[in-house]
């Protein structure tokens, strides 16, 4: 949530700068379009920076953490992920696991004005924790925060998927709040218990025969590689917020380290591209723009000085 309000904050900044110098050039309303567009993808530029740096400090994370993990510090803890008690069972596949994810969605029937289909809209989702430990080597440190799951494979879902979400939401109470929901997503994040469920509810769309469904699992024994807060006192990866959270990525450390590089690079490019293009590009058109009117006789910027500067001398 702080990450979203940043972005927010940030576009609002750049469109405030940019509006101020793209209203001495460019006729209305093409100065506060143009800052806008501007503005906006500046603004996921910085955010690509931001997600650029956390992966570069994570991957330096995972490449020192091989001592005991250290109290009050971020940390990286690679093994195996073995459960405490029972194991779950994903409502969508019906795989047995220790971690699941899911989301049900649907494409509304009507189109656009312009003819093309709108975008999936998310009907339910939801995600669970069972009791698990993270094994390494003669370590046993318990997983108390519900962490982002990454590089795990889509469940295989058969041809019975509509039938088990079916069964899944008939014996399901799901927050149908929208803000009730982020409230609960927002608790997760800082929920201590090792147990965590929670399934959210967004329209009253309940049509499964031409639903789309996705799900992701984290098998028991998976290995994985959590980064995350260490605390000595519960020997856990404890809540961690505003940094990045707790992440579960899957393989060795050597395969975690590969993943976050990736990372770092593809965030670097993703803000490369969105700080260096759009700008030039919204420049062209709108230069363009002024240019046409002024040939043509319609309001721009340069008219409207040339004429304030001949009232200015008729004045005189």
């Not at 194991?87 to 009507?110: K, M, N, R, T």
């Not at 809209?121 to 069972?130: E, L």
């Not at 395969?255 to 969105?274: E, P, Q, R, T, W």
Request: charged share 20%; net charge neutral; glycine share 10%.
């Amino acid at each position: 949530m702080k990450s979203f309000a940043v972005t927010i904050l940030t576009w609002a900044a750049l469109f405030a700068l940019l509006w101020w110098g793209a209203h001495e050039i460019f006729y209305p309303p093409g100065d506060w379009i143009g800052a806008a567009l501007v503005s906006f993808f500046g603004a996921l530029g910085i955010g690509g920076l931001r997600k650029a740096r956390i992966e570069q400090r994570d991957a330096h994370i995972v490449q020192r953490s091989t001592g005991a993990p250290a109290d009050g510090q971020r940390v990286a803890v690679a093994g195996t992920l073995e459960p405490v008690e029972g194991e779950l069972i994903a409502p969508l596949s019906g795989q047995a696991c220790v971690i699941y994810d899911y989301e049900i969605s649907h494409v509304p029937d009507q189109r656009r004005t312009d003819g093309t289909r709108p975008s999936p809209v998310i009907d339910k989702g939801g995600m669970a924790m069972a009791p698990v430990f993270i094994r390494s080597g003669v370590r046993e440190i318990r997983l108390l925060a519900y962490p982002g799951i990454e590089d795990f494979e889509p469940s295989p879902l058969g041809s019975d998927v509509a039938a088990r979400a079916r069964s899944y939401i008939a014996a399901t109470t799901f927050n149908d709040s929208f803000i009730g929901g982020i409230r609960q997503a927002s608790s997760l994040l800082d929920d201590r218990s090792g147990s965590v469920r929670a399934d959210f509810k967004n329209t009253r769309h309940e049509d499964l025969s031409t639903s789309r469904f996705h799900e992701r699992c984290v098998p028991a024994h998976a290995k994985v590689c959590v980064v995350g807060l260490y605390s000595a006192k519960d020997n856990a990866i404890v809540p961690q917020g505003n940094v990045g959270g707790t992440r579960l990525i899957r393989g060795t450390r050597e395969d975690a380290l590969k993943s976050l590089k990736a990372g770092n690079v593809a965030s670097l490019i993703i803000a490369g591209f969105f700080l260096l293009i759009p700008g030039p590009i919204v420049y062209g058109v709108l230069t363009i723009r002024e240019n046409y009117f002024n040939e043509h006789g319609q309001p721009s910027v340069k008219r409207d000085r040339l004429e304030a500067e001949a009232a200015a001398r008729a004045g005189k």
